[in-house]
C-alpha cells in the first residue's frame, strides 16, 4: 500500500543553517505530495505541496521538489529562523485526495 | 484556502463523561471529513472517515461504539468521546478537502483532549 517514509528527529539547528528533512514514498499511481507543519499546540498547516512529477513547491523560504525517479520529496530552505521551530510532516495522497498518508514527523528546534 | 473549524480547542472533562467535538468547513462543502488521533510526539493516526449521511468508516483497532462521529450535513461532522478515560486524553485532528479535483486537505486546529 501507499506509504511515506520521513527522516526521524529531533533536528536542531543553528538559526541561518541549511535545513533538509528527507520524504521518500511508495504509492501507485500519482499521487500528490505535501509539507504540512504543526506548531505547538496547534493543528496541521500547509506548507507546501507539488501534484505531479517535476513539480516544485515552495512557500516562505521552504522547497520541495517531486522527483518521481526517486520517489522523494525532501524539504529545504536555505536559513532557518527560530520560527522555524515546529513538527514538519510529509504526507501523500491518492488520486480521489481522499486518503492521506503521513510520515512520522519530524521536531525542528532551532536556536538563536 | 479553505476553511476548517474545530472546536472546542482545550477540554478536560471527568473520567466517565462523554466530550462532544465538533469540526465545520465554514465555506464549502465536505461530504467526507476525517479524524485524526495524535499521541504526543508521533505522527496522525487516522481514526476514521466521516460521510454525511451514512455511517462513518473507521479503522480497524478504532472502538466505533466509544468514539461516536456524527456526520448530519455537508459543513458539521462531530466526534464524541463516550465514557472516557485517561487513556483517551489525546490531541484529536479534524481534516476535510474540497474534492472536485483540488487534493489538499484542510485541517482544523485541533482538540487537545485531558481527561482526569
Known amino acids: 500500500g501507499d506509504s511515506v517514509t520521513q527522516m526521524e528527529g529531533p533536528v536542531t539547528l543553528s538559526e541561518e543553517a541549511f535545513l533538509t528533512i528527507n520524504c521518500t514514498y511508495t504509492a501507485t499511481g500519482y499521487p500528490s505530495l505535501f509539507w504540512y507543519v504543526q506548531y505547538p499546540g496547534e493543528g496541521l498547516q500547509l506548507l507546501l505541496k507539488a501534484t505531479k512529477a517535476d513539480d516544485k513547491g515552495s512557500n516562505k523560504g521552504f522547497e520541495a521538489t517531486y522527483r518521481k525517479e526517486t520517489t522523494s520529496f525532501h524539504l529545504e530552505k536555505g536559513s532557518v529562523q527560530v520560527s522555524d521551530s515546529a513538527v514538519y510532516f510529509c504526507?501523500?495522497?491518492?488520486?480521489?485526495?481522499?486518503?492521506?498518508?503521513f510520515g512520522t514527523g519530524t521536531s525542528l528546534t532551532v536556536i538563536p | 484556502g479553505a476553511v476548517v473549524s474545530q472546536h472546542p480547542s482545550r477540554v478536560i472533562c471527568k473520567s466517565g463523561t462523554s466530550v462532544k467535538i465538533e469540526c465545520r468547513s465554514l465555506?464549502?462543502?465536505?461530504?467526507?471529513m476525517f479524524w485524526y488521533r495524535q499521541f504526543p510526539k508521533q505522527s496522525l493516526m487516522l481514526m476514521a472517515t466521516s460521510n454525511e449521511g451514512s455511517k462513518a468508516t473507521y479503522e480497524q483497532g478504532v472502538e466505533k461504539d466509544k468514539f461516536l462521529i456524527n456526520h448530519a450535513s455537508l459543513t458539521l461532522s462531530t466526534l464524541t468521546v463516550t465514557s472516557a478515560h485517561p487513556e483517551d486524553s489525546s490531541f484529536y485532528i479534524c481534516s476535510a478537502n474540497t474534492g472536485f479535483g483540488h487534493t489538499e486537505a484542510f485541517f482544523g486546529q485541533g482538540t487537545r483532549l485531558t481527561v482526569v
Open positions: 465555506d464549502f462543502q465536505a461530504t467526507t
Open positions: 504526507a501523500l495522497s491518492d488520486v480521489t485526495g481522499n486518503q492521506f498518508y
